[in-house]
C-alpha cells in the first residue's frame, strides 16, 4: 500500500485553502513527510500521530517547503523529546540547514543547541538519479531538478512497483521527465498560467502547460497538479494541463488522498 494524502499544496504562504507545501507518504508501517513548509506540523497533528512519523524529506530550502522544520525539531524536543528519525535533504545544504539552527538554537538548553541537527539524522541526497534511499521499506531516487537552489525530484518506489513521483520547484529539465517516467502518479508543480523566460528557465518554475507536457512525454499515468502561486487559478491550470495531457488528472487540494 502507497497512500498520498496532500496536506498543503499552497506555493509562497498557506491560505485558507491550507498549509504551504506538505505532503504525506503513508505505508502499511507508518507515514513519510515530503516537504515542511509554514503549517506542516499543525496540519499533521490534527490529522495523525507523531509516533507514526519514519522520517521527513525537503526537496529545497526555500521557505514554503522547509520554514516548518524549526518547529517540528522544536516539537521533537518539547514536551516530550520523540526519538529521531532520518531528515534528507539535497547534498550542499547542510551549512544552510546549520545557518538555520545557528539563529533559533537555545544555548541555555543543551539539548536545544542546535534543535534541526540534534532532533534528526541529517541524510543528504545526491541528486543522480542512482542512488536508492529508504525509509520504513519504501525506496526513493533523487533527481537534480532546475531551481534557484538545489532541488530534489523525487521517485518513490513501493514494494508492489507502483511509482509515486514529485517535481519539487523545477523549470523544464530532462532529469525531471526522467523522475516522472512511467510514474502512476506524479505530483508536478503548476506555479504559474502564464510567466517570463526568467520566472520559467531562470528561477526554475513551469506553468500548467508544461506541466502536463512533462507529464505526457514522462508517460505517466496519473498527474496532480501542485504549488499554484494562486488558489483561484487551479482550475484553469487543469484545464491547460488537460489539453496537453490525457491521463487522469486532479488538482492537490489539501485533505484529498491519492
Ligand atoms: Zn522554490
Redesign the pocket.
Known amino acids: 500500500m502507497l497512500e498520498l494524502e496532500i496536506l498543503g499544496s499552497n506555493a509562497t504562504a498557506p491560505t485558507k485553502e491550507g498549509p504551504a507545501s506538505c505532503y504525506l507518504l503513508r505505508t502499511e508501517t507508518g507515514v513519510l513527510l515530503v516537504d515542511a513548509g509554514p503549517g506542516s506540523l499543525a496540519a499533521y497533528c490534527a490529522r495523525h500521530e507523531l509516533s507514526e512519523l519514519r522520517g521527513i524529506v525537503v526537496t ?1 530550502l ?1 521557505a ?2 522547509s520554514l516548518d522544520l524549526m518547529a517540528w525539531a522544536y516539537r521533537w524536543t518539547f514536551p516530550e523529546e520523540l526519538p529521531s528519525i532520518p531528515l534528507f535533504f539535497p547534498e550542499g545544504e547542510a551549512e544552510r540547514l546549520a545557518a538555520f539552527d545557528a539563529v533559533f538554537g537555545i544555548p541555555t538548553l543543551p539539548t536545544m543547541n542546535r534543535p534541526i541537527a540534534q532532533s534528526f539524522e541529517a541524510r543528504p541526497m545526491t541528486r543522480d538519479g542512482v542512488t536508492v534511499y529508504e525509509v520504513d521499506g519504501l525506496v526513493f531516487r533523487s533527481f537534480a531538478a532546475h ?2 537552489v538545489p ?1 530534489a525530484a523525487l521517485r518513490f518506489e513501493a514494494p508492489d512497483g507502483r511509482v509515486l513521483a514529485f517535481s519539487s ?1 523545477t523549470g523544464l529539465c530532462e532529469p525531471l521527465v526522467e523522475a516522472a517516467r512511467d510514474a502512476d502518479l506524479f505530483v508536478c508543480e503548476a506555479t504559474y498560467l502564464e510567466a517570463d523566460e526568467q520566472a520559467l528557465h531562470g528561477h526554475g518554475h513551469l506553468t500548467a502547460r508544461m506541466a502536463g507536457e512533462v507529464a505526457a512525454s514522462a508517460n505517466a499515468r496519473h498527474l496532480v497538479l501542485t504549488h499554484f502561486a494562486d488558489p483561484a487559478d487551479w482550475e484553469e491550470g487543469r484545464r491547460r494541463a488537460a489539453e496537453v495531457f490525457d491521463g487522469r488528472l486532479d488538482v492537490a487540494v489539501p485533505g484529498s488522498r491519492f
Open positions: 529545497h526555500h514554503d517547503h531551481h534557484s532541488s520547484d
